[in-house]
């Protein structure tokens, strides 16, 4: 596993990451199934909304900007 320090200050498609937030127990719906551990962090966007986003989101791409950048045109 890497550290999250490794990440802070870059900037992945419009998220810059600035902060670790540290990781949270998610998913935990069924009977039975524990959840798992998903590391959180905070991120500014290109337009300067800052949010709490999940890293493995950003790193995948599966997160490239705030909501409010997705539905604009540039």
């Known amino acids: ?38 590391t959180y962090i905070k991120a500014k966007c290109r337009c300067g909304i800052t949010k709490e986003v999940k890293l493995a989101n950003i790193l995948a791409g599966i997160s490239t900007q705030c909501r409010s950048c997705s539905k604009r045109k540039y």
Not at 7 to 21: A, V
Not at 30 to 35: D, F, R, T, V
Request: glycine share 14%; net charge positive.
């Open 1 to 38: 596993a890497s550290k999250i320090t490794e990440y802070i200050g870059k900037q992945y498609s419009s998220w810059t990451i600035l902060e670790d937030l540290g990781s949270r127990l998610v998913g935990k719906r069924k009977e039975g199934y524990k959840g798992k551990f998903t």
